[in-house]
């Protein structure tokens, strides 16, 4: 009984410094993750969803963690956590840049702006709940255990990642979510450009008509309408380009 209790013990104080390094990793990342990492949510909640990811990843990769110095690798662990959360948070700041846009040329960027923990026009606040919902109900829990795995081999434990290949990732990240921002709020822009040089037509041909209290009405109400048709398009879109950083989140290299 007491071999089986030293081997017990044995087997425990082995696998607590990987489990360290990889709750360190997952709760990095989770404090900035979709879904799991909103402010909305306490923290007991997200330290308990921090513990469940640590028990599903340690198995894989609790041999990968290996060595006797603590601080050096903790350090490493919490900067591939917070690299692997703001890949995925970069997303869901790329959906309320484009609801930023779509609301700004349709005038509704003033519409219930303070709703919600960050103020952001309405079009976000729709926007963000509707993709975190969707990414939840296409298994964003599954896929985002697989990620952790996985980045044990982008992100090699104990190694910590050079500042220039963080310079060069943070610039193709921001530069491919403002890409990604505009391409989904171009049809309001178009729309709205469209709108406003027909007022100004129309304005141009009859003076004495008040075009502003005829238009802005109905340019916020065809960008509801525009909104309602195009909204799941839109999400299709982004779920695939979400899909796809999950997938490859630090790029094709």
Request: charged letters at 10%; zero cysteines; hydrophobic letters at 60%.
């Amino acid at each position: 009984m007491i071999d089986l209790i030293t081997l017990m013990v044995d087997q425990v104080q082995g696998l607590l410094r990987p489990a360290t390094l990889v709750f360190l990793r997952v709760s990095a990342a989770m404090a900035l993750l979709p879904g799991f990492g909103e402010r909305s949510i306490p923290a007991r909640i997200r330290l308990a969803m921090a513990l469940a990811f640590t028990a599903v990843v340690l198995p894989a990769v609790a041999d990968r963690h290996q060595g006797d110095t603590l601080l050096l690798p903790a350090a490493a662990e919490v900067t591939a956590g917070l690299l692997i959360g703001l890949s995925l948070r970069l997303m869901i700041l790329a959906l309320q840049t484009t609801a930023a846009i779509a609301a700004q040329s349709a005038s509704l960027s003033q519409m219930f702006a303070s709703a919600g923990a960050e103020p952001q026009p309405a079009l976000g606040i729709l926007f963000t709940l509707a993709a975190t919902a969707l990414a939840l109900q296409a298994g964003l829990h599954v896929k985002l255990a697989a990620l952790f795995i996985l980045s044990h081999d982008l992100l090699p434990p104990g190694r910590f990642v050079q500042a220039a290949d963080v310079r060069d990732w943070g610039i193709d990240q921001i530069a491919g979510g403002m890409a990604l921002a505009f391409s989904l709020a171009l049809p309001f822009v178009l729309a709205a450009l469209l709108w406003n040089i027909a007022l100004g037509a129309v304005n141009r041909a009859m003076p004495q008509l008040m075009v502003a209290f005829i238009g802005a009405p109905a340019l916020s109400l065809g960008s509801l309408i525009l909104s309602a048709i195009l909204a799941p398009l839109m999400l299709a879109v982004w779920l695939g380009a979400f899909d796809a950083k999950l997938a490859a989140p630090f790029g094709s290299g």
